[in-house]
Structure formats: C-alpha cells, structure tokens
C-alpha cells in the first residue's frame, strides 16, 4: 500500500478509537464485574441483553455519527474522511458487539466457539491487508473485504443470541426454571446495577481518550500542522503489538476472581501480571534491543526517523503493567475515577510544553510515558493509602524493578 493509504488506514482507527474506546471500556469492566454477582440463569439473560444492548447503541451512534460525518472528519482533523469510509463504519457496527460477545464466551466457557469467532475476527483483518496488496487495489476494497467479514460475524452473534435463549443444554438454571414452566426474567436489576457501575468507568476511559487524542493535536499544534512530523510521529508512537489485546485477557480472568474472592483474587492478579512481566517486558527490550536492523525493512526508509521515537514509547509497557484499576474496579472504588485522567491531562500538558521545547518530538514521547506512569503511581498510592492494600500484595515488585532497569539499560545502549 502506499504512504497515503496507509495515512488513510491510521485515520479511520482513530476515528473508531475515538467513538468506541470510552463507553466500549467502561461497559465491558462493569460486565466483567457484574455477571459474576448473579444467579447463572439471571447472567445468562443478562449477557444476552449486555450484547444486544451493545448492539443497538451501536446502531445508534454509527447512524448519528455517520449522518455527522463530514463535521466528525473536521473536528477530528481529517479532511473529507477517506474513501469507502462507510465499510468502515459497518465493519464497527458488529466488531464493537463483537467484543462483548468475545467476553461472554470466555465467562460462559465456551474455548472452541471463541477460538473460532476470534479467528473470523483475525482472518477478516488479515484478508483485508493482503488482498488490497496483492491485487493492487485501494482502501475502499480493503474495507468492502472487513464490511463483509462484519456481516458475517453479525449472522454469528446472532444466531448464537436466539440459540442461547431457546436452547436448555449448558445452562442448568435455565433448563430448571423451563421445566417447572417458569420463563426466565428480564434480569431489569442486573441491567441498573451494570449501567451504575459502568458511568464512572466510561467516565475515566472517555476522558483516558480525550488524553490519548491530545498528543495527536499536541503534534499538530506545536509544529503547526506539519503533514511529515505529524506522520513521523504517528508511525513511532506504538505499542506492542496484540499489546492491549494481551492484558485485556488476563483481566477478563482476574476480575471476576478479585469481585467473588478478594485475597484469592489478588494473589491471581500477582501470579497474572508476574507472567505478563515475563512476555511484554521480555518482547519490549528484545524489540527495543533489534528495531535497528529491522525498522526500515518493515516501514521502509521513509519513516527511519521513527525509529528513535519507537524505541523511546517502547517505555509505555511500564504504565500498562502496572495493575490498580483491576483492584479498584473489583473493590467498587470507581466513583471520582475521572480525576484521574484530568490530572494525567494536566501533567501531559505541562510537560509536553517543556519537553517539546527542548528535545522536540522525543521528549514528547518520553512525557506522553511520564504523564502515563505517574497516573498510575498516583492510583497505586490511592489503593495503598486509602485502600489499605500495598503493591506487594498484587504484584512482583522485585521483578517489576529488574525488567525496568534492564529496559532502561537497553535504551541506553541502543540510543549511544
């Protein structure tokens, strides 16, 4: 593809960052909350609900977003939009109750239905690159090939909605209630404590998104709209890949487990984030460590001066290992969670301000990962002062501080 598609491509993931990352995240930790404090033939009810609901706020959202779309675009920094952007559009209509579904399966246990869903989900991503490359093709047919994987997909959410609700195997609370000639209720209680446990974490991540969305206007503001720096930034500043997608799966495990059985949930969370050490700070500093012989080969010589921010946002791996939003979520401490991101706002503006000035686009990078680990330094205190539950208990400080200095040390290295 080439450099405008490309350009083309980051756009619409941000749009769809910005219209689904709040209310998306903070739904999804409520449920993961909620499902495991209700009888299994009222959880049953309620995922389906969960997902359906899901759904048509997508509809919702989508028709009033796209019926806004060229007034989306000019907030948003885009232009016109890209063309096919509409595919685009439908493709997140089903990915967004998609993943719900996802985290239905994986608490309904139901591992050979989610391994062949999220294949779908992964084949369709896929095809969508590829194709468009090998038969020399734009973004519209890219996004015509994930449009139609979306649709798929919608068949297979719902026909799995109506084969839950009528089916009695699997569910043994259901298939007692049917057999006494009971229907099983509309779980309306379930639905108004989900919705009051979900406002402040859709709260925090709506406001985490305005955060991420102000290094992207930062950018843009400080060096007055410059299409070439924008775009050097942009290509240096990502995570990991399957970054996200690994610790959101281990915490669909851990906090059910911390909200039925706190101490036992805890030493899970350890024993989790323990591993997790292992991989994502194993992958940063092997990545950090070999990005110079690899980086062009990959994004060509055009964004060789990427590189140095690369392996500076590398260091973003600290903030997402550092784990006190499980336990507060878990806890029920979510109200006034919104501060938190507004003081991580105004940290990054005031060191961003001060680091641009002196070390441009890198010192950028380097306070975009202060304000993100001092956010969550600041939350890690609140849990251990307020909560009375020291870092020590819910994870591997000595091994946390070892893959640090040796991460810090590689940086060190590598930029000599």
């Known amino acids: 593809m080439s450099r405008e598609v490309i350009g083309d491509w980051e756009s619409l993931l941000y749009v769809g960052y910005m219209l689904g990352f709040g209310w998306l995240t903070g739904l999804l930790q409520a449920y993961l909350v909620q499902v495991r404090t209700i009888r299994p033939a009222e959880a049953a009810a309620f995922s389906r609900v969960a997902i359906v609901g899901v759904g048509l706020f997508s509809v919702c959202l989508l028709g009033f977003a796209g019926g806004m779309h060229e007034l989306l675009f000019r907030v948003l920094s885009i232009g016109d939009g890209p063309p096919g952007w509409w595919y685009y559009f439908l493709f997140l209509l089903t990915q967004w109750p998609g993943l719900f579904f996802e985290q239905v399966l994986t608490i309904r246990e139901k591992p050979l ?35 139609t994987f979306a649709g798929v997909k919608g068949l297979i959410i719902g026909g799995w909605l109506i084969y839950d609700r009528f089916s009695l195997r ?32 859709i709260l925090y991540a709506s406001v985490g998104a305005l955060v991420t969305a102000f290094d992207l206007w930062f950018v843009n503001y400080w060096y007055e709209g410059d299409e070439s720096v924008f775009a050097t930034f942009r290509y240096g500043a990502r995570e990991l890949p399957l970054l996200a997608a690994i610790i959101n799966g281990a915490m669909v495990v851990v906090l059910p487990r911390l909200t039925e059985a706190p101490s036992a949930g805890l030493d899970l969370l350890k024993e989790t ?54 336990v507060m979520i878990a806890m029920g401490r979510t109200k006034g969670l919104y501060l938190f991101s507004l003081s991580e706002l105004l940290v990054k503006i005031v060191v961003c301000s001060i680091a641009a000035y002196y070390f441009g686009l890198v010192g950028i990078i380097l306070s975009i990962v202060f304000a993100d680990v001092s956010n969550k330094l600041i939350l890690m205190l609140y849990v251990h002062y307020y909560m009375k539950i020291h870092p020590r208990r819910y994870m591997d400080v000595r091994f946390f501080l070892g893959y640090l200095a040796l991460m810090i040390l590689t940086y060190a290295f590598v930029i000599m």
């Open 113 to 147: 239905v989610l391994v062949l869903f999220s294949g779908l989900s992964a084949l369709g991503f896929m095809l969508a690159l590829l194709l468009p490359i090998y038969y020399g093709s734009g973004l519209t047919d890219a996004l015509f090939v994930l449009a």
């Open 170 to 201: 699997g569910k043994e609370g259901e298939k007692s209630q049917a057999l006494n000639g009971e229907k099983p209720s509309f779980p309306f209680s379930a639905i108004t404590s989900l919705l009051s446990t979900a406002w402040p974490l």
């Open 273 to 326: 984030s323990r591993r997790l050490f292992h991989w994502i700070f194993g992958g940063a500093i092997f990545l950090m460590a070999t990005s110079g012989v690899w980086w062009t080969f990959v994004f060509t010589d055009l964004f060789v001066e990427s590189l140095p921010l690369f392996q500076a946002y590398l260091f973003v791996v600290v903030s997402r290992l550092l784990f006190p939003m499980p």
